[in-house]
């Protein structure tokens, strides 16, 4: 099992990368604002069963292909790195501006939590961020490498919970009025180009 310091440095890296503009956290703050903070955490918690469903599967194929191959675990991480650095290229280009409000019809509970699972099981860029992550905080001495990364997945979607489910909170109040400022969409765009090129970096350099 990981130590109590790895899981509280993951977890606040996992807070930070949250907290960074994403397409989940975006959907969030317009569902909560056009809808209320109910529908929002609704939708937090489809997005969250989706990560559930994303820890899985990468804790299961890719703890075979770490146990069974060095090949595949320098391919994996530099694939991952290389993905890491267009995350931060896109990030560090992304336009501002005012974001066009959306319009649903009705928002029932259950609609809006399979609304949040199928936005998020549809991005494939989740379970390749995941394997480009999650297996940074594995250390092979400390036990059975699938359960590590799955812990490290329960607790990534507990600090996307955590997050998420603040913005569900808050954004019926400020979500339009931050979307709207150039200057905080710049400064996001930026610190989430920073800490995708820093963990970049830190795959890269890894070691089985």
């Not at 391919?75 to 267009?86: E, S």
């Not at 996307?160 to 969409?185: D, E, H, K, N, Y």
């Amino acid at each position: 099992m990981p130590s109590i310091d790895t899981l509280l440095t993951f977890l606040g890296i996992a807070v930070l990368l949250s907290l960074a503009p994403g397409p989940d956290n975006i959907f969030v703050l317009l569902q909560s604002a056009m809808h209320g903070t109910r529908a929002g955490l609704t939708v937090v918690l489809g997005l969250c069963t989706g990560l559930l469903v994303h820890t899985a599967v990468v804790a299961v194929g890719l703890a075979a292909l770490l146990a069974a191959s060095a090949l595949a675990f320098t391919v994996l991480k530099i694939a991952g790195a290389l993905y890491l650095v267009w995350l931060a290229w896109q990030a560090f280009r992304a336009p501002v501006g005012e974001m066009a409000p959306q319009h649903a019809d009705g928002h029932p509970p259950r609609r809006m939590y399979w609304r949040g699972v199928v936005m998020n099981l549809t991005n494939p860029k989740v379970v390749i961020f995941f394997l480009a992550f999650l297996p940074q905080f594995v250390v092979a001495e400390r036990g059975h490498v699938a359960l590590q990364l799955m812990v490290f997945g329960f607790v990534f979607i507990l600090a996307t919970l955590l997050v998420f489910g603040a913005i569900a909170w808050f954004s019926g109040v400020f979500g339009r009025v931050l979307m709207r400022s150039a200057r905080v969409q710049r400064a996001m765009n930026w610190f989430a180009g920073t800490v995708f090129l820093a963990l970049a970096g830190r795959l890269a350099l890894s070691q089985r």
